[in-house]
């Protein structure tokens, strides 16, 4: 038998053997396919705006974070809370221009031994949250280094690669070098959503640029959440 016919008989034998293992109307089972998560869920729609100043306080009040131990153990109480008039962070400048037209405000902080977080959550009634962002976002643009005012340190703008939480439209991360007798780092998030804006300072131990990169990407999620539960 030549080579061609011994290659086609045993074709054809292993095509019988085949067909013997799968009964009558039995159909050779299909490739699976399914479709992929999603690297990231779908945010919920934004809220209306609000319509009365009672209504943006409420909200920013529902906004501020709970820390608890399964964050950090020196997070299991903030250590300070207040509504009194602070200012968004503004860098080179006095304050953020539509930041003058803010209806409610609060800010909480949690200072440990080895961390410092402070969230700071604003609400305007007739100012987009973007509309701020876009203000800082400009300020960003030229203010590289400024004295700090009444603190008597040098911030110098640091942009840590990879950021701590990518930037976009409504989402700012920068980080600061704050020199003085000492040097730290501090990295903030800047976050917003509708009528309302979100700020999140942080500084890790031993005032390491790493450690508060790591530990501002570990309260970006959180701090997401929270801003999506009021706008």
């Not at 509708?194 to 970006?220: P, Q």
Request: hydrophobic share 35%.
């Amino acid at each position: 038998m030549s080579p061609r016919r011994a290659s086609l008989a045993l074709l054809s034998l292993l095509l019988l053997a085949g067909s013997a293992g799968c009964g009558p109307g039995e159909p050779v089972e299909a490739a699976r396919w399914s479709e992929p998560a999603s690297a990231s869920p779908t945010p919920p729609p934004p809220k209306p705006a609000p319509t009365s100043t009672a209504e943006v306080r409420t909200r920013v009040t529902a906004g501020m974070l709970q820390l608890d131990t399964s964050f950090h153990p020196e997070t299991a109480a903030h250590t300070e809370e207040n509504s009194e008039a602070w200012k968004l962070i503004s860098l080179c400048r006095d304050s953020l221009p539509s930041d003058r037209k803010r209806t409610a405000y609060r800010e909480r902080v949690w200072d440990g031994d080895t961390v410092w977080i402070r969230q700071y959550v604003v609400g305007y009634l007739k100012v987009s949250g973007r509309k701020l962002a876009d203000e800082l976002r400009s300020v960003l643009k030229t203010c590289k280094q400024y004295e700090v005012p009444d603190d008597g340190r040098t911030s110098t703008i640091v942009q840590p690669s990879p950021a701590p939480v990518p930037n976009g439209p409504d989402v700012i991360t920068f980080c600061e070098r704050l020199k003085g007798q000492s040097t730290r780092h501090q990295c903030t998030l800047f976050l917003t959503r509708g009528n309302f804006v979100m700020e999140v300072d942080a500084s890790g131990e031993n005032g390491e640029l790493a450690a508060a990169t790591a530990l501002l990407t570990k309260i970006a999620p959180l701090a997401t959440a929270a801003l999506q539960k009021i706008a």
